[in-house]
DNA sequence: TATGTCAAGTTGTCTTTACAACTTGAGAAT
DNA sequence: ATTCTCAAGTTGTAAAGACAACTTGACATA
């Protein structure tokens, strides 16, 4: 069943395995999986790996154990890695999560209305551009972010789509954030951005909205990403070292 | 030096020592710890338990393996988030409203379902309480923390109208929270808890979960937060520095 | 019927062993 | 002096086995 020779992990193969049989719903939410000695038997590897697999699986909230009882399916959406600075596809892909990041609109300048709330760039010109992530069972977050232009201007021909706009900006200017904030509310979606999630118009979504501070200019960077919970959670490590 | 007979497994004992260590700088900062077989010599513990222990710390975010080379000791305590989960009033920013912090019901022990969703507790006794906080328009925070009855039992009789809990378990305890997570969602406010909150039955709220990690015990104290991001917005700020 | 006991099944922990993949630095070769 | 090769050390993955702690349901008993 497993590929032996492949050179992804037994244990990554046989996560994969499992997380597309929950959402197949051959293992429904509620149920109970297939025990660790039957799994082992089923696709040939020992405990410990079908261990260290549902151990990626309960990490990520998919399952969770009971000690005497069985392993079952949680049906919590799964979660997403530290909303750190270092970028939002960044966090997706060390989850492993297969999410998939595509720019709806590209980097080019816009003018913010003056009545822009919290934006910093209210009232004057920013750089813009638009992202959408998707999930296997359909798109989860809406990604806006507006760039200082006089900072960032060259970003305008930089490649976006699939990468960081952290690791972009770090290798063209060679220059990292110094700090930032992070806002969350309880937003409601409207036309355009209830459209792109596949949510009906007034449906309450979750809104946060990032200011990145760098050497040259305070919140040079603004986003508001507006986030179906449902889909993908946002999560965030609390520090000590 | 570690105790075979003790009901905590090694693992969790050897992560606390390394822990400690850290803390203590016996590992600074930047640097390597012993390997893992040198670890498993040292405290007479397989290798696989030393990874078992490393690997806490390491989702803690103190250590950092680097394949070939040896696990390191990762960047400073980020002193600000340790902050932000400190108290909550101190973790919202001000909107320019004043806010009271209200005890609705003091601590006592509880069972908690089996099926509650994320609590760390489920299926389980806990120490809880509930606390509610008002701006001048009326309620906007919900909180439900439940504690590890048998870490944090004295605090049944301890003053929490007011203060901090972290302040609290500190002065009692002479221990603060090693690292922790949180995660955002929105979701559906129940019966209690709109009506604490003053909102009609199914107006979404931010639900915010929050663990809260402590040298002996991981997830040993666990908190939801039900927010009108209306009346108050969370706020973290993101560290570096 | 109601209750208690027990056996089977499940996850939790731990050991020992083995090999693979990678990094680093020492030493050889140029 | 510079470059290359390689051995040693490190983490990554995996196996098989063992026992402990716990849950559940069947069964015997009252």
């Given at each position: 069943m497993l590929n032996q020779a492949s050179p992804m992990p037994l244990y990554q193969q046989l996560a994969d395995r499992l997380s597309a049989a929950i959402r197949r719903g051959?293992?429904?939410?509620?149920e109970r999986i297939p025990s660790e000695h039957a799994l082992a038997a089923r696709y040939r590897v020992g405990r410990p790996t079908v261990r260290q697999a549902t151990e990626v699986l309960v990490r990520r909230g998919a399952l969770s154990r009971r000690r005497g009882s069985g392993t079952f399916v949680t049906g919590h959406p799964r979660e997403l890695a530290?909303?750190?600075?270092?970028g939002t596809a960044a966090s997706f892909r060390d989850q492993g999560l297969s999410v998939d990041t595509q720019l709806l609109e590209g980097v080019g300048a816009r003018s913010v209305p003056?009545?822009?709330?919290?934006?910093?760039f209210r009232g004057e010109k920013a750089l813009f551009f638009r992202r959408l992530t998707r999930t296997e069972d359909g798109p989860a977050l809406l990604e806006e972010t507006y760039l200082d232009p006089e900072l960032f201007g060259e970003l305008r021909q930089v490649e976006l789509d699939g990468r960081s706009l952290s690791a972009a900006i770090r290798e063209h200017y060679r220059t990292e954030p110094t700090g930032g904030q992070q806002l969350f509310q309880v937003a409601t979606a409207s036309g355009a951005r209830s459209t792109a999630l596949e949510l009906s118009a007034g449906a309450p979504v979750l809104l946060i909205r990032r200011h990145l501070h760098f050497p040259h200019g305070d919140s040079a960077v603004y986003s508001e990403l507006y986030c179906r919970t449902d889909r993908i959670v946002p999560c965030q490590d609390l520090g000590d070292a």
């Open positions: 051959d293992y429904p939410v509620g530290a909303f750190s600075m270092a003056a009545d822009a709330g919290d934006n910093p």
